[in-house]
T-cell receptor, first 114, second 117 residues
Framework: TQLLEQSPQFLSIQEGENLTVYCNSSSVFSSLQWYRQEPGEGPVLLVTVVTGGEVKKLKRLTFQFGDARKDSSLHITAAQPGDTGLYLCAAINAGGTSYGKLTFGQGTILTVHP | DADVTQTPRNRITKTGKRIMLECSQTKGHDRMYWYRQDPGLGLRLIYYSFDVKDINKGEISDGYSVSRQAQAKFSLSLESAIPNQTALYFC????????????????FGEGSRLTVL
């Protein structure tokens, strides 16, 4: 079982600040996903990264996959109150009968104050 | 209407009671999952099913059972609920048709909050 360590667990910042959330493992990921969850709702996929060194951008969010595919980061530029939520990374087993089964990190609770 | 629907959304019960959480989906996906969410622990997989006749244990299946009644329905049962099963439970689905990039996106329901007193 892959163990995913996500940090920080809590992040409280002011509107306009930048932030980075990290997701690390001692194992190599087949691929990795980032989800965002708002109160009272289920997680929603933000992005999937597959290739080592890959960088994907989603408006003010930048996702990076480490070259060795053991770590990933989510960077938010100029955070807004609407970015508030729980951010979860999840590693994917992309082979064999376990395809699609994800292991989740502990999550980062982000609060952006106006 | 939500593509993945969970019932009930909230339930308070007593220790020793039998509880069933139900999940139905209109996405046409073969794969369905039950996760449990606790603060600081992320989402942990309880059971998953890749087809109607397929049931697999996840990392925390003890104390739980599931039934895949049809492609669109996957229910989770707690035969004798205990207080440490108090948590937020999520049902999710995914499409077995995999591209080489293997996105494996999960589509979640809105969650069922269970409190065991």
């Amino acid at each position: 079982t892959q163990l995913l360590e996500q940090s920080p667990q809590f992040l409280s910042i002011q509107e306009g600040e930048n932030l980075t959330v990290y997701c690390n493992s001692s194992s190599v990921f087949s691929s990795l996903q980032w989800y965002r969850q708002e109160p009272g709702e289920g997680p929603v996929l933000l992005v999937t990264v597959v290739t080592g060194g890959e960088v994907k951008k989603l408006k003010r969010l930048t996702f990076q996959f480490g070259d060795a595919r053991k770590d990933s980061s989510l960077h938010i530029t100029a955070a807004q109150p609407g970015d508030t939520g729980l951010y979860l990374c999840a590693a994917i087993n992309a082979g064999g009968t376990s395809y699609g089964k994800l292991t989740f990190g502990q999550g980062t609770i982000l609060t952006v104050h106006p | 209407d939500a593509d993945v629907t969970q019932t009930p959304r909230n339930r308070i019960t007593k220790t020793g009671k039998r509880i069933m959480l139900e999940c139905s989906q209109t996405k046409g996906h073969d794969r369905m999952y039950w996760y449990r969410q606790d603060p600081g622990l992320g989402l942990r997989l309880i059971y998953y099913s890749f087809d109607v006749k397929d049931i697999n244990k996840g990392e925390i299946s003890d104390g739980y059972s599931v039934s895949r009644q049809a492609q669109a329905k996957f229910s989770l049962s707690l035969e004798s609920a205990i207080p440490n099963q108090t948590a937020l439970y999520f049902c999710a689905t995914s499409d077995r048709r995999v591209r080489r990039s293997g996105t494996g996106e999960l589509f979640f329901g809105e969650g069922s909050r269970l409190t065991v007193l």
